[in-house]
């Protein structure tokens, strides 16, 4: 066996409740915090209102910035950092799913340095935080982005049309808090794009350079949850048992997430929502993962057969390789079990954007395609997204 690393700092507080923990976690770290959340779910659902009364009984002082988009821009991410700076806040807490989460840890960084946020992502001679990055604690309401567990911050920079990560030890939040009471109030159509968002985490990073036995034993486990308890997420999304699951799931996307990093799908992802910021990022996942199932089970015969039999479609008694040309019958009987059994045109894509979707994915997104062990060329992924054009 190779040597290997794994590392994950996050203090994780998990299950029913311990949502009302937040003013505590937030108290270990600061007193005056920004509290960054998106325009209107938090508000709606009583979440916010529930954080700024816990926060309040902490002794924490609170302002609230609430104007986080879906896709987050360098923009709002640098009208953020601003009112932090103005406001002199010591912390910052992020309440939402991913973009409220990712938009904060930003923040947290564009807060305390000179510089605007983008050249934190661009290309080129991009800048790295320093310790000076504001604390940051996370409570999530989706089974998604994993964002509480991992030091990634997915922003669009608007001026480049490019959505890239920052990757930084420093925006690792303090606290991850995951209380799947606070997913109910996630409607069907996010439930299904996040629960893809997990599934493409697991298992980008079990199919990943870098995944190791214990990145393996978390996406093992984790596919398997998703498979069972996301359909019964998505069609009944008060299921509190299926959202504990879900959110289980995510946390062993967390920590696949946070030691492999995302591949290829995520890779052709970020250029197709930077074209189209309307696409929500799980929809955009599930469009290629047929299509990746059926172009290479052969390059990996265990792996895409343990799929396969994760996702309760194996071969009984018979070596698992056997299993691996079924994996993308799974991923289509999943997919289609929550609506999910897309196309690139049901996105809005044209057939003639996917050259240019592949050429910035090869500017900006390279290192994460490199982490699929098949070497892929550029022609590769041309036929890879030609291929997932229409429903599979
Ligand atoms: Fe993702």
Redesign the pocket.
């Known amino acids: 066996m190779d040597p290997f690393d794994f590392h994950n700092p996050v203090r994780l507080r998990f299950g029913v409740g311990v949502f009302d923990e937040i003013g505590g976690c937030a108290s270990d770290y600061g007193s005056d915090a920004l509290v960054v959340t998106g325009a209107s779910s938090a508000r709606k659902s009583g979440l916010l209102d529930r954080t700024l009364e816990r926060l309040e009984e902490a002794g924490v002082a609170a302002t609230v910035f609430d104007r986080i988009m879906p896709n987050p821009t360098d923009e709002i991410v640098d009208e953020g950092a601003e009112l932090a700076h103005e406001h002199g806040v010591d912390l910052i807490v992020a309440l939402g799913g ?1 973009s409220p989460m990712d938009a904060a840890k930003a923040i947290a960084i564009a807060a305390t340095h000179e510089a605007p946020i983008r050249d934190y992502l661009r290309v080129e001679d991009r800048l790295e935080a320093t310790e000076a990055t504001l604390p940051l604690i996370a409570a999530t309401t989706t089974s ?3 964002s509480e567990l991992t030091p990634f911050a ?1 922003i669009t920079t608007v001026s480049a049309t490019m959505k890239s990560a920052i990757r930084s030890p420093y925006i690792f939040p303090r606290v991850a808090i995951v209380d799947p009471e606070a997913t109910i109030t996630c409607p069907e159509s996010v439930t299904a794009n996040t629960g893809v ?2 599934l ?2 697991l298992m980008e990073g079990y199919f990943s350079t870098e995944a190791n036995p214990l990145t393996d034993l978390f996406a093992e486990r984790g596919i398997k949850l998703v498979g069972r308890w996301l359909p019964r997420a998505v069609k009944d999304c008060e299921d509190i048992e299926a959202r504990e699951m879900m959110s289980l799931a995510n946390v062993y996307a967390g920590y696949v ?1 946070s030691n492999c990093g ?1 591949s290829v799908m ?1 890779g052709l ?1 970020h250029p197709i929502s930077a074209l189209h910021p309307e696409v929500a ?2 929809a955009g ?1 599930a469009v290629m993962m047929i299509a990746y199932a059926e172009h290479y089970w052969d390059r990996d015969p265990y792996r895409f057969g343990r799929i396969a039999q994760l996702l309760g479609r194996g071969i009984a008694d018979a070596p698992v390789e056997q299993s691996a040309e079924f994996a993308s019958d799974a991923l289509r009987g999943l997919l289609a079990s929550i609506g999910l059994d897309i196309g690139l045109e049901d996105l809005g894509v044209a057939l003639e954007e996917i050259e240019r979707i592949v050429d910035d994915a090869l500017l900006y997104m390279g290192g994460a395609i490199a982490k699929t062990p098949i070497d892929l060329s550029r022609d590769d992924l041309i036929d890879l997204l030609e291929d997932s054009f229409t429903s599979r």
């Open positions: 991913g998604g982005t994993s997915v968002d997990v493409a985490h997430l995302a995520h992802e990022h799980g996942l």
